[in-house]
C-alpha cells in the first residue's frame, strides 16, 4: 500500500453528470499530480500544485477542474465529460517539483480511480 | 525538450529466464532516470532511479538498470522472470535540476509464461 490514496476506486457517471475525485498523501509531501491513463495511450499529465499552488496546467479541457485545498489534498471536479474522457486517473506526489541537485524527486503514485463517461 | 522511447510494447519471455526491457531517452541537460511498474488496475510503484550517481542501478524485486549516456539508454534488466513480474513497466526520464518536467514512456506489458 502506497501513502496516496484516491476515492472513489471506480466512478460511472453520465455526461451531465458533476463529480469529484479525491487524493489524499500521507507523506508529507509538497507537490502533487493529476495524471490520465488511457488504453494505448502514454500517461498524460494534467496538473501539477506545488506547495497548494498551480504550477502546470498542461492543456486540459476546463470540464476538468482541480482543486488543492491544501499540500495533503487534491480534487478534481468533473463536469459535462466526453465519453472520450473516460480512462484511469492516477494521482502522484512528490518531496516537491523542483528535485534537489542530487536529482529529480520520484512520484508516488494512488491506486487510480477507473472513470466510465456514459 | 526531453523524450522517452521504449523499444518493445510487449515483451514476452518464460519463466526463470532473463528479462531485458529497452529505453532510450533524450534529454537536454544531465537527466534523471526512472523505472516504474504498473500491475494490473494498481497505481505506478517506483522501481529504480538514476541520479548521476552510480550507473548501475539496483531496485527492488531483482531488477537493475544501467545508464549509459554514451547509447542514451536505460534498459531494465532482470536475471531470472518470475510470474509476480507480470505487469507494465514505464521508463521515465526528468530534466534534473530547477522545476522539473517528467515524461513517461509508453510503457512495455512484461507477459511471464510458466
Known amino acids: 500500500e502506497t501513502g496516496v490514496t484516491q476515492t472513489p476506486r471506480h466512478l460511472v457517471m453520465g455526461m451531465t453528470n458533476k463529480k469529484s475525485l479525491k487524493c489524499e498523501q500521507h507523506?508529507?509531501?509538497?507537490?502533487m499530480y493529476w495524471y490520465k491513463q488511457s488504453a494505448k495511450k502514454p500517461l498524460e499529465l494534467m496538473f501539477v500544485?506545488?506547495?497548494?499552488?498551480?504550477?502546470e496546467n498542461n492543456s486540459v479541457p476546463s470540464r476538468f477542474s482541480p482543486e488543492c485545498p491544501n499540500s495533503s489534498h487534491l480534487f478534481l471536479h468533473l463536469h459535462t465529460l466526453q465519453p472520450e474522457d473516460s480512462a484511469l486517473y492516477l494521482c502522484?506526489?512528490?518531496?516537491?517539483?523542483?528535485?534537489?541537485?542530487?536529482?529529480?524527486?520520484?512520484?508516488?503514485f494512488g491506486p487510480g480511480t477507473r472513470l466510465t463517461v456514459l | 525538450a526531453q523524450s522517452v522511447t521504449q523499444l518493445d510494447s510487449h515483451v514476452s519471455v518464460s519463466e526463470g529466464t532473463p528479462v531485458l526491457l529497452r529505453c532510450n531517452y533524450s534529454?537536454?541537460?544531465?537527466?534523471?532516470l526512472f523505472w516504474y511498474v504498473q500491475h494490473p488496475n494498481k497505481g505506478l510503484q517506483l522501481l529504480l532511479k538514476?541520479?548521476?550517481?552510480?550507473?548501475l542501478v539496483k531496485g527492488i524485486n531483482g531488477f537493475e538498470a544501467e545508464f549509459k549516456k554514451s547509447e542514451t539508454s536505460f534498459h531494465l534488466t532482470k536475471p531470472s522472470a518470475h510470474m509476480s513480474d507480470a505487469a507494465e513497466y514505464f521508463c521515465v526520464v526528468s530534466d534534473s535540476g530547477g522545476y522539473q518536467k517528467v515524461t513517461f514512456g509508453t510503457g512495455t506489458k512484461l507477459q511471464v509464461i510458466p
Open positions: 502522484a506526489s512528490s518531496q516537491d517539483s523542483w528535485g534537489t541537485s542530487g536529482g529529480a524527486n520520484e512520484q508516488f
Open positions: 500544485y506545488n506547495f497548494k499552488e498551480q504550477t
Open positions: 538514476y541520479t548521476s550517481a552510480a550507473t
Open positions: 534529454s537536454s541537460y544531465s537527466p534523471s
Open positions: 507523506l508529507g509531501h509538497n507537490a
